[in-house]
């Protein structure tokens, strides 16, 4: 839908990385509109895990998390609705950041569902993260929904003293659907967490069973009124053989957006319409509230969540493509963050037979700062995120 189309402005994001002096390399490969979890429904070609080049790196920012693995680049950025920065991440080993709704300016970003989208760093290590976030973070008066709270310097945190600190393991994200060798990875290290200081103790997010629905919801309804934009006037392609402004809508809709996108649109539309709106949208705001105070009730206990990032291991190219809900379940532990607004990292906790398994730790609202403390500690006692594939 976006061929040939050059941006006439720079993401906010991209004008403080050059105001640092950054040096753009490139853009990576994605899913088309961020939609997927694999890189499969890039609109020009999949992607391949630096680890196994048989398998997806996750998506969507699976281009931005191989080329990070492939060391091609130090660092890239990636944006995140439902696990698009952590899920690759976890799939590349590398180190991802989806911060708090707000945190960083979306100004230039492409909207895909605007109440959970976050832009966030995809890294070699957490000290790096730490730099680009402060190098990418704060107000921004283009991005109505950034947030004027102060800054810190995110490195000033990375401590390696995980003393007095409480973890909360939901039992929820450890159930049916985890392969056991990613279990049995995220339960060591738990008790790596544990020998450094830290006390751990059982909670229970019961609501965790209606995230995806909601999700599925809420992401789609959002997606349907952003694309509606798509409309072959303003935007890249613009279908040449119509005969009305109508018509030319139509075909540019039908040839230039991809089925996954168009799949979103019409289960959002169909949320959104007259006599279902109440059911599904509403219904699913409500659930949204419920899945929010929930984090909030854990968070009176707990500094940090520790979960599973992906319920799997990086899977084969063409291996969920005929099952769309299978791919869905992909970001079964990603997503319940996003509904709640809440920072989430994912680093590097080890292999099942050379493929990676993320971690993820998850913070109170702009409590960025306590879950890189916890990964940067756990980074300086294992070497899962010095490994690098052979290529
Ligand atoms: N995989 C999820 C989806 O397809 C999340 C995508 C994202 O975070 N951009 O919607």
Excluded at 11 to 18: P, Q, S
Excluded at 81 to 104: D, E, F, M, N
Excluded at 117 to 138: R, Y
Aim: proline share 6%; charged share 20%.
């Amino acid at each position: 839908m976006l061929e040939k189309f050059i941006p006439p402005y720079n993401a906010t994001v991209v004008d403080k990385l050059n105001d640092c002096g950054a040096v753009m390399i490139g853009k990576a490969n994605m899913d088309e509109f961020a939609m997927g979890s694999s890189t499969e429904n890039s609109a020009f070609f999949p992607t391949h895990n630096p680890w196994d080049l048989s398998r997806v790196p996750g998506g969507s920012s699976g281009g931005s998390a191989a080329s990070v693995a492939a060391d091609e680049t130090i660092y890239s950025l990636g944006s995140d609705t439902g696990g698009s920065i952590r899920q690759p991440a976890a799939l590349c080993s590398v180190t991802g950041l989806k911060p708090t709704y707000g945190r960083v300016s979306r100004f230039g970003l492409v909207a895909f569902a605007s109440s959970l989208d976050q832009i966030g760093p995809l890294t070699k290590d957490v000290t790096d993260c730490a730099l680009v976030m402060n190098a990418i973070s704060g107000y921004d008066e283009r991005d109505s929904t950034s947030v004027p709270e102060p800054v810190p310097d995110f490195t000033a945190c990375l401590t390696a003293d995980m003393k007095g600190m409480k973890l909360g393991v939901p039992k929820e994200y450890f159930v049916e659907g985890i392969q056991p060798e990613v279990n049995s990875a995220i339960q060591a290290a738990i008790s790596k967490l544990e020998e450094l200081g830290a006390s751990i103790e059982e909670v229970s997010l019961p609501h965790t069973r209606y995230a995806l629905a909601v999700y599925y919801i809420i992401a789609p309804s959002e997606a349907s009124a952003n694309l509606a934009r798509y409309d072959g006037v303003k935007y890249g392609l613009s279908h040449e053989k119509a005969t009305s402004m109508w018509e030319n809508m139509e075909k540019t809709r039908q040839y230039g957006f991809g089925s996954e996108v168009k799949r979103r649109i019409m289960l959002g539309t169909y949320a959104l319409s007259a006599g279902y709106y109440d059911a599904y949208y509403l219904k699913a705001q409500k659930v949204r509230t419920l899945i929010r105070r929930e984090f909030d009730s854990v968070f009176e206990k707990v500094d940090a969540l520790i979960t599973p990032t992906s319920p799997t291991v990086p899977f084969k190219i063409g291996e969920k493509t005929d099952d769309p809900l299978q791919m869905y379940l992909s970001d079964v532990c990603t997503l319940p963050i996003n509904i709640a607004g809440i920072p989430a990292l994912s680093i590097p906790a080890g292999f099942s037979e050379g493929l990676p398994v993320g971690m993820q730790i998850i913070g109170k609202p702009f409590a960025e700062e306590t879950i890189l403390k916890i990964g940067h500690a756990y980074q300086q006692v294992t070497e899962w995120h010095k490994e690098k594939p052979e290529l």
